[in-house]
């Protein structure tokens, strides 16, 4: 990767330790996201170049299949712990320019393989969607968490069945994961970001033999405060109420 490529992943992650600082409070977690996606636009924005209207030979169009691409694909893997992982890598990848899939990785010192989320794409893409999509699981985690440990406690003691701190835990990360999903989305009609040809052609190919594992169901809960919860991070991601700022790094 060129100096440039290099410089927006150094402020991406400047970024998203400035979220993690602050402990992802407020809207920091999205925003940061955000800020992200819009650094991930510009880089692809300045790589643009206009078109040169010069014969191309054959030879030369096989040059460029086996060559560039290859050389400026990447497969980049991320952390994947819990089904709703699966969810926000499907946010996040489209909106970073990329596909996903799911791997195994084992490392030396481990006895069996992990599941992973893998994201493919240019590989600028592809590392800041990792880096995105670490940041916002590990804010959810958090955030979620906090949010049912405290419904936990504030449903202590009242007759009935309660959720437990799972499903209560699940049924917001999902509405967490709609409100960021709706944030990336428009965002990314704002900014004309699509996932390139490029990357839709590899990735075709790639995934031929691909096998379709189902993601097991989770179980909710219908406690109101979790739903309420729900549809305003469904609304606004992290409890964001002001418009995202543009960042400089």
Same mark, same amino acid.
């Given at each position: 990767?060129?100096?440039?490529?290099?410089?927006?992943?150094?402020?991406? /992650? /400047?970024?998203? !330790?400035?979220?993690?600082?602050? &402990?992802?409070? &407020?809207?920091?977690?999205?925003?940061?996201?955000?800020?992200?996606?819009? !650094?991930?636009?510009?880089?692809?924005?300045?790589?643009?170049?206009?078109?040169?209207?010069? $014969?191309?030979?054959?030879?030369?169009?096989?040059?460029?299949?086996?060559?560039?691409?290859?050389?400026?694909?990447?497969?980049?893997?991320?952390?994947?712990?819990?089904?709703?992982?699966?969810?926000?890598?499907?946010?996040?990848?489209?909106?970073?320019?990329?596909?996903?899939?799911?791997?195994?990785?084992?490392?030396?010192?481990?006895?069996?393989? $992990?599941?992973?989320?893998?994201?493919?794409?240019?590989?600028?893409?592809?590392?800041?969607?990792?880096?995105?999509?670490?940041?916002?699981?590990?804010?959810?985690? /958090?955030?979620?968490?906090?949010?049912?440990?405290?419904?936990?406690?504030?449903?202590?003691?009242?007759?009935?069945?309660?959720?437990?701190?799972?499903?209560?835990?699940?049924?917001?990360?999902?509405?967490?994961?709609?409100?960021?999903?709706?944030?990336?989305?428009?965002?990314?009609?704002?900014?004309?970001?699509?996932?390139?040809?490029?990357?839709?052609?590899?990735?075709?190919?790639?995934?031929?033999?691909?096998?379709?594992?189902?993601?097991?169901?989770?179980?909710?809960?219908?406690?109101?405060?979790?739903?309420?919860? $729900?549809?305003?991070?469904?609304?606004?991601?992290?409890?964001?109420?002001?418009?995202?700022? $543009?960042?400089?790094?």
């Amino acid at each position: 990767m060129d100096t440039t490529h290099n410089d927006m992943l150094e402020q991406i /992650k /400047k970024i998203l !330790l400035m979220s993690q600082l602050n &402990g992802f409070a &407020g809207e920091d977690a999205v925003n940061a996201a955000l800020a992200a996606q819009r !650094l991930v636009a510009d880089n692809a924005a300045a790589q643009r170049k206009p078109p040169a209207y010069v $014969r191309v030979t054959a030879e030369d169009r096989a040059i460029i299949k086996t060559g560039m691409e290859e050389t400026r694909l990447a497969s980049v893997g991320a952390t994947w712990t819990s089904e709703w992982n699966s969810s926000l890598a499907a946010a996040v990848a489209p909106n970073f320019r990329c596909e996903y899939y799911f791997g195994r990785s084992q490392k030396a010192d481990e006895c069996r393989p $992990r599941k992973v989320v893998r994201f493919f794409g240019q590989k600028t893409d592809a590392l800041a969607a990792k880096l995105v999509y670490e940041h916002l699981v590990e804010a959810a985690t /958090k955030c979620g968490n906090e949010f049912a440990q405290t419904r936990i406690y504030e449903l202590d003691g009242q007759v009935g069945d309660c959720a437990s701190q799972a499903e209560l835990f699940n049924t917001w990360v999902h509405g967490f994961i709609e409100g960021v999903k709706d944030r990336l989305d428009q965002q990314a009609w704002e900014l004309s970001i699509y996932v390139p040809q490029m990357v839709q052609r590899a990735y075709a190919k790639i995934s031929q033999d691909f096998a379709s594992v189902p993601i097991r169901e989770v179980r909710r809960t219908n406690d109101q405060a979790v739903l309420n919860a $729900r549809r305003s991070c469904s609304r606004a991601g992290l409890g964001a109420s002001k418009p995202a700022h $543009r960042l400089n790094a």
